[in-house]
């Protein structure tokens, strides 16, 4: 008996802890956290400062993504497009730069009903950051991950 009320109390613990982000909070959301918003639900345009970003979702298939254009892929050099791929392991953390249609992008991808309110105003601030050190720095927070500052995996390192 109580190995069935244990996995119960489990059962109810993890099913209250379960996010629903949906189109409407997700809406609520980019209007507090930048300074302009446009579009419908699913499919916004934002500006926060001067990076103008797009949150795009898919209700149905439980996906959204927050991207913002960096540059057209024949303006970015092939070391800075290293660069950005080495980032992707090391420090733009939930965030990835991105190739598509000619343009290299900041992206965060996720599904979309297990994200909270934290996270969304995260991504937000990842893929601006992402964007403004697109060219120095390559990073979404100030966190780095061991080995991205400098070792022998850098795309500076010509040793190789």
Known sequence: ?????FLICIASALQLSAQSMNNE???EILVAQTDTVEGRAGNWTFQLGPIIGMCITDE????MRIITPIGEMNTISEEEQLAALYANFHSALDVRYAAADGMMWAAFIHPL????DTQVED??????NAAVTFGTTYNSTDLVFPGGSGGDDTPDDKSK
Not at 123 to 128: G, L, N, S
């Open 123 to 128: 991504a937000i601030e990842q893929v601006f």
């Open 60 to 63: 149905g298939n439980n996906r």
């Open 1 to 5: 008996m109580r190995p069935i009320l």
């Open 25 to 27: 909070r997700l809406g």
């Open 113 to 116: 009903r297990e994200l909270s």
